[in-house]
């Protein structure tokens, strides 16, 4: 059974939701919203520590200079670290199923989820650096390093926050 499927069949009706007619959908709606997110991210994710997994294993690793071999390592700790956050919603639903406390759980998950987006905006960056760093120069690699840190730190970071202080 699909995640999406395990944490929706915990969810009570509509019928019994104390809430508003439609509360009980709408937090169903904003938990199927959430799963979806989820998704993206955490197949990011997997993808990316994969890739960083073969890498290592690959001839040329071992020709990379120690400077490199470090940005590899940090770099794969944290799309590590990204990975188990955003799987972590998950995991721990499987383990409280079912669900008593939706509204907590919709809010931890969400945290959880954000809290993988900095480990993640750190291993791209890097990963960039790597990459164009051995593809082309190492001065092109920092360039499209900083690159994906400004893209990044525009749509993923500055302008949603300024959206929720904004209200």
Same mark, same amino acid.
């Given at each position: 059974?699909?995640?999406?499927?395990?944490?929706?069949?915990?969810?009570?009706?509509?019928?019994?939701?104390?809430?508003?007619?439609?509360?009980?959908?709408?937090?169903?709606?904003?938990?199927?919203?959430?799963?979806?997110?989820?998704?993206?991210?955490?197949?990011?994710?997997?993808?990316?520590?994969?890739?960083?997994?073969?890498?290592?294993?690959?001839?040329?690793?071992?020709? #990379?200079?120690?400077?490199?071999?470090?940005?590899?390592?940090? *770099?794969?700790?944290? !799309?590590? &670290?990204? @990975? %188990? =956050?955003?799987?972590?919603?998950?995991?721990?639903?499987?383990?409280?199923?079912?669900?008593?406390?939706?509204?907590?759980?919709?809010?931890?998950?969400?945290?959880?989820?954000?809290?993988?987006?900095?480990?993640?905006?750190?291993?791209?960056?890097?990963?960039?650096?790597? #990459?164009?760093?051995?593809?082309?120069?190492?001065?092109?690699? *920092?360039?499209?390093? !900083?690159? &994906?840190? @400004? %893209? =990044?730190?525009?749509?993923?970071?500055?302008?949603?926050?300024?959206?929720?202080?904004?209200?």
């Amino acid at each position: 059974m699909s995640i999406r499927g395990d944490i929706m069949d915990a969810l009570p009706t509509p019928m019994h939701d104390e809430d508003a007619p439609h509360g009980g959908q709408m937090a169903r709606s904003e938990l199927d919203e959430l799963l979806q997110k989820q998704r993206i991210l955490l197949q990011g994710s997997q993808v990316l520590t994969a890739f960083l997994v073969i890498l290592f294993f690959q001839q040329g690793f071992t020709k #990379i200079d120690q400077g490199e071999k470090s940005i590899y390592l940090i *770099t794969f700790i944290c !799309a590590l &670290v990204s @990975l %188990i =956050l955003f799987a972590a919603p998950a995991a721990q639903h499987r383990l409280e199923r079912p669900l008593r406390d939706r509204a907590r759980f919709k809010r931890e998950a969400t945290h959880t989820l954000i809290a993988g987006l900095a480990p993640l905006s750190v291993a791209l960056i890097l990963v960039a650096k790597l #990459i164009v760093g051995e593809v082309v120069d190492q001065r092109a690699g *920092t360039s499209t390093a !900083a690159g &994906v840190g @400004l %893209i =990044l730190g525009v749509l993923w970071w500055a302008l949603p926050l300024a959206r929720k202080v904004k209200g």
